[in-house]
C-alpha cells in the first residue's frame, strides 16, 4: 500500500526499504510488485494488509514517533 494510506503507513509489514532501481522499477510494474508482495507476505497477508489499509484510523502522531523512536533504541541497542 501507498504512503496515501495512512491506516497502514507505517505498519511494519507495508515498510520496505528499496533502492531507488528497485522501487522505479515496482513503481512502473505495480503488477510485478504485487507478486512480490505476495511472495514476501503471502497472500493471506497482502489482503490484511489491503483491508487495513482501507479501514478509517485516526493517527496520534506523537504517540507513534515515541514508539518508533524506541524501536530504533532497542533496535541499535542504544541506552536513553
Known amino acids: 500500500m ?3 494510506k495512512e491506516s ?3 505498519t511494519p509489514e507495508n515498510v520496505t526499504a528499496l533502492c531507488y532501481g528497485c ?3 515496482f513503481t ?3 503488477a510485478e510488485h ?3 508482495q505476495v511472495e514476501r507476505l503471502g497472500q493471506d497477508g497482502v489482503d490484511k ?3 487495513a489499509s482501507n479501514q ?3 493517527k496520534d502522531r506523537k ?3 515515541m514508539y518508533w523512536k524506541n524501536q530504533l533504541m532497542k533496535d541499535f541497542n542504544i541506552k536513553a
Open 2 to 4: 501507498g504512503r496515501g
Open 8 to 10: 497502514t503507513r507505517f
Open 23 to 25: 522501487h522505479s522499477y
Open 28 to 30: 512502473a510494474h505495480p
Open 34 to 36: 504485487y507478486v512480490w
Open 49 to 51: 494488509l489491503r483491508l
Open 56 to 58: 478509517y484510523v485516526k
Open 63 to 65: 504517540l507513534e514517533a
